[in-house]
């Protein structure tokens, strides 16, 4: 049953459409494919039908210039002349980034500048009322075209949200605002002997890190952003402020809706506030370096490692290509041996750390590492870390010129599959003839490929796009993931369907559907509504 | 077939459906009350008003005897005559539970014992036509009333489905059906040097354990059921098969829709299958026992090793009531002090072990520890620590008559309240006079009560709900949680509107809404709808 439209009555002169719309996934049919290495078992899952899942479609209707212009002052009324403001040049700031893989042409028709929760609510319940989309904005470091206006609107930027509000030394938790960063959050967290473990890219805060689920280097020991907090503090679409839980260390308490907007990419709501979990800083920590002849030896010490059950602070690997890439850049204090290299960390007491050295070195030279250093103390091991720190910076001082764009992908696969792909990776990226180097999060089986593209070449794009593309129907097939901790954005849409198949991702619209019926909140990510012509 | 009559209330009252369902939430306002400790801020929220959570209601119309009489043969034609039975003796087994802090009168109308996730999702199809209920079943262990037949319905009995379908032992994961138990699970992979870590009450299976997000004594340090989950392959209301996840380690693929089954106690979907996450097996386990004077010191021992960061296997806390039953069960192989007694596990490489008990042993004395005894090698440890294990089993061993029923209570705060209400805790029920211990996941502040009282005694049974009301009042003003691993079930429900608000339990329902629009999921359980009489 095609249940017509939804509709809703008319504010400021919008309405959602009274034509006939057609939920076009009932029409097309579901396309049903089978995909590689899964088992029948959950090819069938994929290509299923469902009455729940598709018996409706929105059709959003946004507000553009009038509706804004209705807005501002009611907005300004108590936000203030700074509150919102549509100039150009922020304009611009807030819709384009030369980090991001995709940019796109439009850009958000105004910026506002939130100093609480209850601005926040204000602004939405008017916004809501215009049917203007809202955007999320804190790091702006995301790389998928997360804050992307593809329907104009209002980017919020959190800029003046950036406070840490309470340390509970005790019970090892933090309550923040949306941009506090984490490395600025653990340097205020240092002096309480404390941390905040999840440590994506430079420049990031938290707002966005819960919006993409992220993680980094931590994460094979620590876990994820979705390990990592407590509780979060939402403004809804409508200007509703909720709060998912309280602040216990454990819970059932009902839905994890903590979760649920956890890598939510800013689509359910907008996050005003968060209660972190914290760890107690390690007394000691040690970084080791060990090259390979092979990314299979390197693996294989990962695998060995990993079956120890040692619990290694991080696990990262670098390639051949990624460690010559940061010997040329030539800002380290040493050169690196130009072979596939493990970056470790290891954390705890001294005895404890020690032990972890010794066993991890046995099996290093177990599987033919070239070498294996070791830090002594903090500086030498900072020293030794600078290359994995410095691995995209690196990649980015290798432009040759402003034609160059960097695409760093991002996929997960199950441990064991993790060689197997970087090699097939290897190859592909080889085929193309442009620079590409491999930075694993091998501890997680997360893996990027860094590639450095003319941006400005269709021919040279579209083979890089295809070759990407091709990867991650890889990664798909060996039961992974299109992204491991980037998020999905616009960049990864088309991606998802093929991973997670119709009806999951149904579900996930159907959620999305029931919360913000509108489709304000950073409308076009994750995933696309079929829209009735 | 009956139509859920739903309604959009509001101004010019715009219908969704036909019928003359009434909001009730919205014709009796919203209560506002302000709650002990909570920030204003906080407090707001929780009486805040929302268009979009509260602008339907559903009017749930469910199967009975007549639909039933329909659904059967139509159930029985791929699922056989002994797929799903009326048996009298069945529906009691599957209705009524001597663990549960509550039972109700009305029992399941059918049992059903699918083989296959296909069988699961045909039949839910059926039961989808004929809006009957749909109650998950596994281990029935369940201590809130999980699978209580609120509204009859089909009981869904995975007794046949117990099999562990694949072992990824390099993946670190394993892929299980819902009734596999995590102790027969843990003796199969005990061969692979694995195991999964959520440890809950014995005899629990991985479908319930989806269920409630439940944990155990190992959570301090290995996470819930929310840390320990890869992905759900679930049926849903209409029978759609929907796989939440691939099997990645790390995902930043969409909603985590993983994570929002568990928890939901059968209220969106049955877990038909699961992936989980394992964790190499210690080299070494060894435990440690050590009674204080008081729950104060025993508290501030706690919060020393915490603040340590020292990852102690297990912190588990009995109070001076709990070891006097250990005692008088008298099947221990020793007599225990009748004091408060922390409980330790400690696990790693021999020395790690070693140095951690030396660190904890000697936090211990700082702390008043009157002793500390540790086990040298497994047969002590085991001894040791079966105090800790039979704590809920000696207090029912210690029932006087059939009266006694045991209420097994469950709540959790910060972890640095939690000397402050087990003190309260321990004063109200001295005041009530009933025999009531204490045993808390110190590591977690995560502790239960388990009284005994007469529970045909009307004003005992009043008198010992409101005390457990009180505290649970309590520990939601401390900024804690009504349930930290047993659930809601039909028992809590009451409580969690005063701990999370009407706007978050709004949220909730709304994605209830969207996913099971008749509410034949599990119905009852959480929440309940605002029903017009």
């Known amino acids: 049953m095609i249940d017509p439209i939804v509709r809703r009555p008319g504010s400021g002169g919008i309405r959602w459409s009274t034509g006939k719309a057609l939920a076009l996934s009932?029409?097309?049919?579901?396309?049903?494919?089978?995909?590689?290495?899964?088992?029948?078992?959950?090819?069938?899952?994929?290509?299923?039908?469902?009455s729940?899942?598709?018996?409706?479609?929105?059709?959003?209707?946004?507000?553009?210039?009038?509706e804004l212009d209705k807005a501002l002052p009611e907005i300004r009324e108590f936000m203030g002349e700074d509150g919102i403001t549509t100039d150009p040049e922020e304009l611009e700031r807030h819709g384009f980034s030369s980090w991001s893989t995709y940019n796109i042409d439009t850009r958000p028709i105004a910026v506002a500048f939130p100093k609480t929760t209850e601005e926040v609510s204000k602004m939405a319940k008017i916004c809501h009322k215009y049917h203007l989309p809202i955007i999320g904005y804190s790091g702006g470091t995301s790389?998928?075209?997360?804050?992307?206006?593809?329907?104009?609107?209002?980017?919020?930027?959190?800029?003046h949200m950036d406070k840490v509000l309470d340390i509970h030394v005790e019970d090892l938790d933090v309550v923040v605002q949306p941009s506090v960063g984490w490395q600025e959050l653990n340097e205020v967290l240092k002096?309480?002997?404390?941390?905040?473990?999840?440590?994506?890219?430079?420049?990031?805060?938290?707002?966005?890190m819960v919006g993409t689920g992220c993680s980094g280097t931590n994460a094979s020991r620590y876990g994820t952003m979705r390990e990592n907090v407590l509780n979060l503090t939402v403004v809804l679409a409508d200007g509703t402020i909720i709060k998912t839980r309280q602040r216990p260390r454990k819970s059932s308490a009902g839905y994890d809706l903590t979760r649920l907007f956890i890598g939510s990419e800013g689509t359910l709501g907008l996050v005003t506030e968060a209660t972190l979990k914290l760890t107690v800083l390690p007394e000691q920590t040690r970084v080791a370096i060990a090259p390979f002849e092979s990314?299979?030896?390197?693996?294989?010490?990962?695998?060995k490692i990993m079956a120890t059950g040692l619990q290694v602070g991080a696990l990262e690997l670098l390639d051949d290509v990624q460690m010559k890439v940061v010997n040329d850049a030539g800002d380290q204090a040493r050169k690196y041996d130009?072979?596939?290299?493990?970056?470790?960390?290891?954390?705890?007491?001294?005895?404890?750390?020690?032990e972890q050295i010794e066993k991890v070195q046995t099996i290093a030279k177990e599987t033919k590492a070239r070498s294996f250093d070791f830090a002594r103390n903090d500086?030498?091991?900072a020293d030794l870390w600078s290359a994995r720190k410095e691995a995209l910076w690196s990649m980015i001082a290798s432009q040759q010129n402003e034609n160059d764009g960097v695409w760093n992908t991002d996929m997960a696969v199950p441990l064991s599959k993790l060689p197997m792909i970087i090699e097939e990776a290897k190859a592909k990226m080889d085929k193309t003839g442009v620079l590409a180097s491999i930075v694993a999060h091998a501890g997680d089986g997360n893996f990027h490929?860094?590639?450095l593209y003319n941006k400005n070449d269709p021919a040279e794009k579209a083979m890089v796009e295809q070759a990407v593309h091709e990867l991650v129907q890889r990664a798909i097939e060996l039961d992974g993931t299109c992204t491991g901790e980037h998020g999905v954005g616009l960049v990864k849409k088309k991606y998802l369907v093929e991973e997670l198949g119709e009806d999951t991702l149904g579900l996930m619209k159907k959620i999305k559907m029931a919360i913000d019926p509108l489709d304000i909140m950073n409308p076009g990510k994750i995933f696309d509504f079929e829209v009735a012509k």
Do not use: M, Q
């Not at 009932?26 to 039908?49: H, M, P, Q, V």
């Not at 790389?143 to 930027?157: I, K, N, R």
């Not at 002096?191 to 966005?208: Q, R, V, Y």
């Open 26 to 50: 009932t029409l097309t049919g579901l396309a049903t494919y089978s995909i590689g290495l899964l088992s029948n078992r959950d090819a069938a899952y994929k290509a299923s039908n469902s």
């Open 52 to 66: 729940i899942l598709r018996d409706r479609t929105v059709v959003p209707k946004y507000g553009a210039k009038a």
């Open 143 to 159: 790389l998928e075209g997360h804050f992307s206006a593809t329907e104009g609107g209002v980017c919020v930027d959190f800029v």
């Open 191 to 208: 002096e309480k002997n404390l941390f905040f473990p999840p440590d994506p890219g430079p420049g990031a805060k938290i707002g966005g």
């Open 295 to 303: 990314i299979r030896d390197a693996a294989s010490c990962v695998a």
């Open 338 to 354: 130009e072979k596939p290299t493990l970056f470790l960390k290891f954390s705890g007491s001294p005895a404890g750390v020690k």
């Open 379 to 381: 500086k030498e091991g």
């Open 449 to 451: 490929n860094i590639i």
